[in-house]
């Protein structure tokens, strides 16, 4: 064995060098290196020298000596602070204490209240999305606590393919069926809470719907086939429903799978008549799902609409489309996307259809939309023809020559990019011919960037609509948090409380998240939600001995750590300190 150093880069341009023991070994007659031991930083140990000769040597420890220091356990601490940090903002232990109450003496020997579970579910579907039995594993990395300190350790017993002790999984799912049954007053003293801490103005409502899909078989009845969204036709799965108001989730609904997305659109806005007493509202939604008759339906109920319709498979937008004077544009300053880049790239607007018409028509052009969809037809249209031309050799070659299997091979080819919105293909006395549609491609150049808006209201004009449609934008990518950045599918459980229990964690996990976004927006700190948990990732909750005497402390948090506390003025890192035994929770 020998020493070795190592030059490393920080963070902050410096180089730090290393000191590790390596030691040489020997395997298919070649002769390699491993290291041993890292000793740590060279400049650290220097100022150690004397005291590490000492050691080695047997000798007794000076008077001013450094204290022996021994490292016990190390957790990951700050994402938890964070998480724990928002729930007090929102308020959340105490709504849940007062809606989900207390658990029974023979439920729970530990008297545990379900707020705290609650917010072990939420913190993990935002720090590391996973089911309750792979929530054990993150209780072993992460220092998750109850409001008193009191941490929540994993209880292990095999038990089959389960690894998880029964009672400990019975905890978590009595958790889950307590959060089902108390959701409809839960969700209302969120929207209240909510209201008084951002003034929400509850006229413009955004709705979108989404399925997520099981594995295995469900709850009978309502785990069925239907649409799928995520790919899985194979799979069961339900319909989820998503309300937002002001960007805000105040609410959702859980359907059976095979539910059109069109009949629940009065039933959603019953229930915010109902339930959170909304007079006048604005609907906002997109044309697969506010069908004729729902917009009748709301227009009869003195509300009013605003939807995005489908740009495929509807003639009357082509027509809307080449009604676009160029000389008429109207600039939008704010734009369609919150993501949008600054001038010289545009979003403009200008109204079409004519006095007329029964409800007013928005044509949206957004130059980043079109630079994007514009890459992604000239790469969908060049490997389309890279299938058409191989196919093309092949027929010239001999390999392909009755018709039936060539028309197959076409056919195969063109679906793959989306082929068929772009060429046209035809057998000429054997010979295949293939050539950009003269029809299709022309439409589909006039959609790029391009979007259809429609409303009733009469008396707000382009760039109401278009404020608008960017909120529907912005709820779409929350649905995308939802179902994605949540890891909302699959769902493994099989009772329906549970499974809408699941939904119910993740739609809190989501307005949690949202809650983060807004502080760091405020603070004017450019990290995403998840960037800011992957920052206080640095915040480590350490257990040590100093001489034989146990101690507790937090790690320095990094710079862009400190960012993110700052943002949601935290300021006390250090977890409560449990005053009464036990210190830890099964």
Known sequence: MYIRTIKVPSSRGTVNEYVRVVESYREDGKVKQRVVADL????????????????????????????????????????VLLVRALFDQLALGEIFDQHLGQPKPREDAAQIPYADRAFVLIANRLVRPSSEHGLARWLETDFVCDRQGRRFVPRWHRRGRVQVHFQQLQAWYRTLDRLTAAKSAVEVALYHRL??????????????????????????????????RDGKPQNVQVVVGLVMVAGWPIAHHVWSGNRVDGTTV??????????????????????????AENLTALEAQGHGYLVGLRRRRNRQVDVWLQQVDEGNWVDCPMGISAREPKPPLRTRGQEVGGPDSPQRVFVIDSDERRYYEQAKREQAMERTRVALAKLQQRVADGKLSNPEPIGAAATRALPAHHGYRYYRWEIREGVFHYEEDPLRLPQEKRLEGRYVIATGEKDRGLLDAVAWYKQLMDGERSFRHLKDVLAMRPIYHQVEPRVKGHIFVAALALLVQRTLERRLDEAGVELSANQALQAVETVRLVNFKVDKKR?????????RARQVLNAMAITQTAPPTPTDDPAELM
């Open 40 to 79: 740590g930083r060279k400049d650290f140990l220097q100022a150690l020298l004397p005291g590490l000769e000492r050691v080695l040597r047997g000798e007794p420890r000076l008077a001013d000596q450094p204290p022996d220091v021994d490292i016990l356990e190390s957790w990951t601490w700050g994402p």
């Open 195 to 228: 209201r008084d801490l951002f003034s929400l103005r509850p006229d413009l409502v955004l709705y979108d719907i989404t399925s997520t899909s099981f594995e295995g078989h469900g709850p009978e009845g309502l785990a069925t086939h239907g649409y799928s």
């Open 266 to 291: 009065t039933e959603v806005v019953r229930d915010l008549r109902e339930r959170f007493a909304f007079r006048r509202l604005l609907f906002v939604g997109d044309r697969g799902m506010v069908s």
């Open 551 to 559: 101690r507790q402390g937090v790690s320095t948090p990094s710079g």
